[in-house]
């Protein structure tokens, strides 16, 4: 089992900054990626950023080169920067590690103000 504990969302005006913090712990040596995704109110699920064990990154093209994608092993956390976030931001943003399934953290909302 893979407990994350998601942190550091918030309210922020258009072109602010975020650091969404993603806290793993339990089972996490066999962990292969994590990743963040954000659901927005009436909209599914979407994936934003992952990162792999090898450090490999994937970002959705609404975020390339506003938002980075980061982890600490030796805290095991990743972090999503966020910067020059816009509106269209706004959502639930969920980390998720993948093994062999795949595990959720609760939440945390991001609310970007125009």
């Known amino acids: 089992q893979v407990q994350l504990v998601e942190s550091g969302g918030g309210r922020v005006p258009a072109g602010g900054s975020l650091r969404l913090s993603c806290a793993a712990s339990?089972?996490?040596?066999?962990?292969?990626?994590m990743g963040w995704y954000r659901q927005a109110p009436g909209k599914q699920r979407e994936l934003v950023a992952t990162?792999?064990?090898?450090?490999?990154?994937n970002y959705a093209g609404s975020v390339k080169g506003r938002f980075t994608i980061s982890r600490d092993s030796t805290k095991n956390t990743v972090y999503l920067q966020m910067n020059s976030l816009k509106p269209d931001d706004t959502g639930v943003y969920y980390c998720?590690?993948?093994?062999?399934?795949?595990?959720w953290g609760q939440g945390t909302q991001v609310t970007v103000s125009s």
């Open positions: 998720n590690a993948v093994q062999y399934r795949t595990y």
């Open positions: 339990g089972s996490i040596l066999s962990i292969n990626a």
């Open positions: 990162i792999t064990n090898s450090g490999s990154t």
